[in-house]
């Protein structure tokens, strides 16, 4: 079978955040198998989906792992799919994906982008947890919980500056949320092509820092979007790779806009459990 490594939030190869991508005929019925290709992968998620039947609310499973777990939500490896369904010709035009978070829809639009279409993650103010600025290398001015899809402590920095130059303390980090840590500012200048920069730290699965996060920008969008006015923004994950997630709340949905760069295609020959 084919395995392919797309680098997704991004347009050039080696930027963005790099996802494995498998097609497959079925899910195996244990999940050992699909651990074991993750850790192979060893990259912050890789993604398998199967077709599924004609007639029914999706038109393909999707599942992600990490290389420790299965997680419930990736952006990046939902694009990366998308973008080999698209780029393969597998699939045309809107493509619904059934998974752990209900139904998720990826539209291409004809200048090679990729809109997903996910639910806003709900923001719960919390107080800063004692240790946090210790374990980031920074002070917080505000933290919020957001929710069981992501489960992740969002905390606003100083500036752009701050989030930049984080060197954080990554197993410290895993005292303070069930998946990471996600840290961001509003950006210096916006004439740059973004409004708020952000970087996430995943250790409890696995993932120090994660280069380009789809899905901490259903947190980020509808917290940016309070504070700055508009309904549509640009996040740029400032991690050592870098790349740009366009945003725009709708209510209890987020659109994610990216493109995404196919820069391995190869075969598969462990094709059974081991």
Same mark, same amino acid.
């Given at each position: ?32 198998? !699909? ?26 499973? /999707? ?11 990736? %952006? ?16 045309? %035009? ?9 139904? !998720? ?100 699965? %696995? ?12 947190? /980020? ?11 549509? /923004? ?41």
């Amino acid at each position: 079978m084919r395995i392919r490594i797309v680098d997704a939030f991004t347009d050039r190869p080696f930027a963005g955040n790099p996802a494995g991508v498998v097609l497959l005929d079925a899910f195996p019925e244990g999940d050992d198998w !699909l651990q074991k290709v993750a850790m192979e992968v060893n990259h912050a998620e890789t993604a398998f989906a199967h077709r599924l039947a004609e007639g029914g609310d999706a038109d393909w499973a /999707l599942r992600w792992f990490t290389p420790a777990t299965e997680v419930a939500l990736c %952006g990046h490896a939902t694009l990366a799919t998308a973008h080999v369904l698209h780029s393969t010709g597998t699939h045309e %035009g809107p493509v619904r994906f059934s998974t752990r978070s209900g139904v !998720l829809v990826a539209t291409p639009a004809p200048d090679g982008s990729i809109t997903l279409d996910f639910p806003t993650a709900p923001l719960t103010p919390v107080e800063i947890p004692d240790g946090v600025a210790e374990a980031l290398g920074a002070e917080a001015l505000a933290a919020f919980d957001t929710g069981p899809n992501i489960r992740d402590l969002v905390v606003e920095l100083a500036d752009e500056r701050t989030v930049v130059g984080l060197a954080p303390d990554h197993r410290a980090l895993a005292a303070y949320s069930e998946r990471g840590i996600i840290a961001t500012a509003r950006a210096e200048d916006p004439t740059r092509g973004y409004d708020f920069v952000s970087r996430g730290f995943f250790p409890n699965v %696995g993932i120090d820092e994660d280069p380009v996060t789809g899905s901490a920008h259903t947190a /980020l969008a509808p917290y940016w979007s309070e504070r700055l006015g508009s309904t549509v /923004l640009t996040g740029l994950q400032a991690s050592s790779r870098s790349g740009l997630v366009r945003t725009e709340l709708r209510g209890a949905r987020t659109l994610l806009t990216g493109r995404a760069v196919t820069v391995v295609d190869g075969e598969l020959l462990a094709q059974g459990a081991t």
